[in-house]
């Protein structure tokens, strides 16, 4: 398999990322199937797995990749990620000093291991200034117990703003982002991938297969439907009629070009110059031989032309349920209160 920089970090990672948020009660309940997917991943020439600590439900994809690695260690660049709530506590979550000091420590424990390759902010916090949260970062590095250091699902300006922080205080800069990308969501391609290009960010995208839409197994008038898991948190992005539409073209795309719709999809998000890594999410052995044996699909030219005509550059065709919302756009700000207006003299 192909590898890649990480941006600037001097790392080298597989074009595809093997990632583990289906480990557990909330996908493959079999520990010993999920070690089986990790090893038979890194036989295939993956070298990165990315994790989280929410993954499985209490740590779980993390205990099921800790055994999985044991051995391998050297082989693997360890990626997880913090944020999410670990616990009922308000404090047992986000992006504060006091929990990434804590956090950290669960993920090594969980893991079986001295350092972590990646660790990456899971999700923005506009509530704790970024300082606080690279301040802790940069300790963290500086202490061994982290290589590398990313944020997921970050807008461009806070890219740029955590860049300048960092440059401003004297504090270690994030290395990566980890965005959503795929055919049906090309939205990054506006701002979030020319800024991490500028300023020398690996990429590594999620959900290349836009959450099964792009597996190939869901199609209009077939009878199959999308699993009840996803349904419940992901019903507008697996029922949109606009989504569902350009699958059917872009499976035609798929037919004419001599390549099944999934390699399409994972051929389509690596061949853009600024991703560093497409995140594959396979449940089952199966599944994760199908995605490695298009590993080397090459999309051409005419083939990328007609993607474009389906699904312009820099668009999205609907939304997606698990996308980060900035505060702006949430309902609390967009609903002024009644006499706003008024108090401003309008």
Known sequence: M???PLGRTGIQVSAYT???????????????????????????GITVIDTADVYGGDGESEKIVGKAVRGRRD???????????????????????????????????????????LYQAHHPEPGTDIEETLGALTDLLRAGKVRAIGHSNLPASDIVEAQWVARRCGLARFRSEQPHYSILNRGIEREILPVCERYGLGVLVW??????????????GNGETASAGRLHWARRHMTDERKLDAVEALAQVADDAGVSLPHLA?????????????????RTPEQLDDLLAGADTFIDDGVLDRIDEIVPPGTDVGP????????????????????????RGR
């Open 207 to 220: 959900s290349p297969l836009a959450m099964g839409l792009l597996a190939g197994r869901l199609r209009k």
């Open 2 to 4: 192909r590898t890649r």
């Open 75 to 117: 082989d693997v660049v360890l990626a997880t990620k913090f944020n999410g709530p670990m616990g009922p506590g308000a404090n047992q979550r986000g992006s504060s000093r006091r929990w990434i000091v804590s956090a950290v420590e669960g993920s090594l424990r969980r893991l079986g291991v001295d350092h972590i390759d």
């Open 266 to 282: 994972l051929g389509f998000v690596t061949a853009h110059p600024a991703v560093t890594s497409a995140i594959i999410g396979p």
């Open 320 to 343: 997606i349920d698990v996308a980060y919302v900035p505060p702006a756009l949430g309902k609390e700000l967009r609903r002024r209160p009644a006499g706003t207006r008024a108090a």
């Open 18 to 44: 093997l990632g583990t948020m289906m480990f557990g009660p909330h996908g493959n309940p079999d520990p010993g199937d999920c070690v089986r997917i990790v090893h038979r991943a890194l036989d295939g």
